[in-house]
């Protein structure tokens, strides 16, 4: 699981730091920083890029009206999880942040199972997807200013709901505000430092997507190997079982 919130928040309170990192963890990490600088090397880009730049998105937001009526089928049928909680940590988050999640590294959830065959449907024509989930965020959120962990994705939002006036919910990436709006998209890398603000009154709902970045051929298999290391890092594999078990507690 990369949530929205993958690094830990730059902000004054951030939690204290815990015991010391494993020598596991110290080398998962040095692996992760020189992983960063060859993807910096070879596949540069803006922090925010033209959704032509991945295929299948375009259709993808064609197509909202599809995602948004499966979305509110699955309000109706199943708890969303607290991401914080399914984490494991502090992300940063003021106030509340739920999602229902969908696609974890390729692998269709039960949360999608049987429910959502358009939204599947349309992700099948994203190459290189890594996972999906419907992020809502409750009125009066802010989750801090943060950068990710991971450079080999970019992170799209699909915007299905959002509050009153438009700009009330906001993502800030590298000084750039973006507003959300209903039926559209938008690609960012999120390496770059950025927020998510929602000042409305009522939930954000977006489908968040990770996506593996363009880079070069002889790149993608020095990049495979570093993504089954940050799967073995504790920290995601955590979250990811704790996902599976609060899915069973709240869904069943």
Known sequence: ?????????????????????????RIVRAILVRHQRLIARTSPGEAVWPADALPGLRELEQSWEDVLAEYDELERQRQRLDVEEVAGMALGVVGRWDAHFLIEQRKVLPAAVGRCP?????????????????????????????????????????????????????????????????????????????????????????????????????????????QLIFQLHPVHRQANKRLTELEEVHNG
């Open 118 to 226: 358009r939204t599947l449907g349309l992700l099948d024509g994203v190459e290189d997807l890594r996972c999906a989930y419907f992020s809502v965020m409750a009125p009066h959120t802010h989750l801090l200013p943060h950068a990710g962990p991971n450079p080999s994705i970019l992170r799209v939002h699909l915007t299905l709901r959002t509050p009153e006036p438009i700009g009330s919910s906001t993502l800030t990436v590298d000084g750039q505000v973006i507003p959300h709006r209903p039926g559209e998209l938008f690609v960012f890398d999120d390496t770059f430092e950025h927020e998510v603000e929602n000042r409305g009154d009522s939930d954000r709902a977006t489908l968040m997507l990770d996506v593996r970045r363009p880079m070069p051929w002889w790149v993608r298999p020095i990049d495979a190997v570093v």
């Open 1 to 25: 699981m990369e949530p929205e919130g993958g690094a830990q928040p730059a902000a004054a309170d951030a939690p204290e730091q815990g015991p010391p990192d494993s020598f596991a963890v």
